[in-house]
């Protein structure tokens, strides 16, 4: 059963039959069989079928929820029996959203110090991807905001509040100013994130609110992309002001704080509200109720 569920979860991941049963490493007639095998044993359709995946029906939707839950209590179950034999190993896969990126050695570097054993994935993702990624069981845990766009059904842990920056050349528009305003914010070419990116949003929001709005002369959803081009000296961007010093500007290029009003979104940690937590997920958890302290300074 425990099987079945798992290429269930691998089917709402991929969408397609043929990738769900590659990542399963079994053969696309074994998983069409396993499924309605479960299909059987539980009395209904789960899957909308045509020449190629349609869908979940309703109770297939409802499946997947108890899925999710089954499959992660067993897999907490045996790291859990593991972690008492051997203590903490294996990997522990993280998603964060692109501008808290510069921060998440400060929260595996303590956790390794701890726990060598442990291997850690960090994957850069938008904050709907890092919600849906946790649902679906593909990532243990998210770096993301807190406070700006609905959670779901997570446990969060706040680490601190992220505040803006335009970050222009010194003889650029407003480049020799110690504070710019939102609104003239809105009168810079800017480079800045993707639409899909929840940091963009709050950009977006801010620069409305003000009455103006964003004029990107380049978008993309790397940081590095708008990093290296603010670098030339020849371009500005709003970021965090966190990320910000964590770049490590150069000469070229100030790091100016935006206020009327001064902006700001929480940032933390989430994991899936299940209890009791994985023994990787309680110990990340305890890391980073430890260094929220210093990064709120």
């Keep these: 059963m425990i099987d079945k569920l798992e290429l269930l979860l691998a089917l709402a991941k991929e969408r397609h039959f043929g990738r769900a049963a590659e990542a399963c490493g079994v053969t696309q007639p074994t998983m069409s069989t396993s499924l309605k095998q479960l299909e059987e044993i539980l009395g209904v359709m789960l899957v909308q079928r045509g020449s190629r995946f349609v869908g979940f029906t309703p109770e297939g939707e409802r499946t997947l929820d108890w899925a999710r839950r089954i499959v992660g209590d067993v897999r907490g179950m045996r790291q859990e029996i593991n972690s008492l034999k ?29 726990h060598p054993d442990v291997r850690f994935r960090i994957v850069s993702c938008t904050s709907i991807e890092v919600l849906g990624l946790l649902e679906n069981l593909e990532v243990d845990a998210g770096l993301t905001y807190l406070d700006n766009e609905p959670l779901g059904k997570v446990r969060s842990v706040p680490l601190y509040d992220e505040s803006y920056r335009l970050i222009t050349a010194p003889d650029s528009q407003f480049g020799d100013r110690d504070q710019v305003t939102w609104k003239e914010v809105g009168e810079v070419p800017l480079c800045l994130l993707t639409p899909d990116m929840q940091n963009r949003r709050i950009i977006d929001r801010a620069l409305l609110e003000a009455g103006t709005e964003a004029k990107p002369s380049l978008t993309s959803n790397s940081i590095i992309v708008l990093y290296t081009h603010v670098k030339t000296g020849r371009w500005a961007s709003v970021m965090p002001a966190r990320l910000a010093d964590t770049l490590g500007l150069s000469d070229a290029v100030r790091s100016i704080p935006i206020v009327d009003p001064k902006v700001t979104y929480r940032i933390g940690l989430v994991v899936p509200l299940r209890d009791p937590m994985t023994p990787m997920v309680a110990a990340l958890v305890d890391t980073a109720r430890a260094v929220a302290p210093t990064l709120a300074d």
């Excluded at 990997?91 to 303590?110: D, H, N």
């Design 86 to 114: 051997d203590g903490l190993s294996g990997e522990i896969r993280i998603a964060a959203i692109p501008t808290v990126l510069g921060m998440v050695a400060s929260l595996t570097t303590p956790f390794r110090a701890r």
